[in-house]
């Protein structure tokens, strides 16, 4: 009876293959944005680099992004103590959140255009378009992966099971990870101007 609860705790102890292979694929993340940031740094001390303030739909849209990111952990929270009716709100919110992120990055791209900041025109514009692109079509992807998460949560009979629980918790883990992603890359780029 002991060996099969050795074996149980040893099972539970390993990193799930799932959650190792997003780890794996957050960490390739990591290195293309590590790149991005260190051309951005390099082609600004290379002169003809445009100063300018990054516009206030980037700041409200980290905001927008914590919130997101908070209803997931609520959510999930929810989940784990069975309470199904704040587990599909704070998804549903999450996900209404994560859009939300998607529409004051678009208008902050607007803002910039008018602002006379072409996606083709000064290198610094072209730099702050690609790195807040590269990490929209990030967002685009976690964004579907909630509405996964929406929909099984509306679909399925609510039962709180190991399996469920790991493909949430892997879908929080990229979620967060795309936020706290986004507040470094703002938190760059506003030092880097």
Avoid at 12 to 20: I, T, V, W
Wanted: charged residues 10%; aromatic residues 16%.
């Amino acid at each position: 009876m002991s060996n099969i609860k050795l074996t149980n705790s040893y099972n539970r102890s390993k990193l799930h293959p799932h959650k190792f292979a997003l780890y794996v694929s957050l960490a390739s993340i990591i290195m293309m944005f590590a790149g991005l940031t260190s051309a951005f740094v390099v082609r600004r001390a290379a002169g003809n680099w445009l100063e300018f303030y990054m516009p206030n739909q980037f700041y409200y849209s980290a905001v927008v992004i914590v919130l997101s990111s908070l209803s997931v952990h609520f959510s999930i929270r929810a989940y784990k103590k069975g309470n199904e009716a704040l587990y599909k709100l704070f998804m549903i919110l999450a996900a209404i959140l994560g859009f939300s992120f998607m529409i004051l990055q678009y208008q902050g791209w607007l803002t910039l255009d008018a602002g006379g900041i072409a996606i083709d025109g000064n290198p610094s514009g072209s730099f702050v378009y690609a790195i807040s692109g590269l990490h929209a079509a990030h967002v685009l992807g976690g964004i579907a992966v909630l509405l996964v998460c929406v929909l099984r949560a509306f679909t399925t009979t609510f039962k709180v099971t190991e399996r469920r629980l790991i493909r949430l918790e892997i879908s929080a883990i990229y979620w967060h990870f795309v936020d706290i992603l986004w507040l470094y890359l703002l938190f760059f780029m506003i030092w880097q101007m």
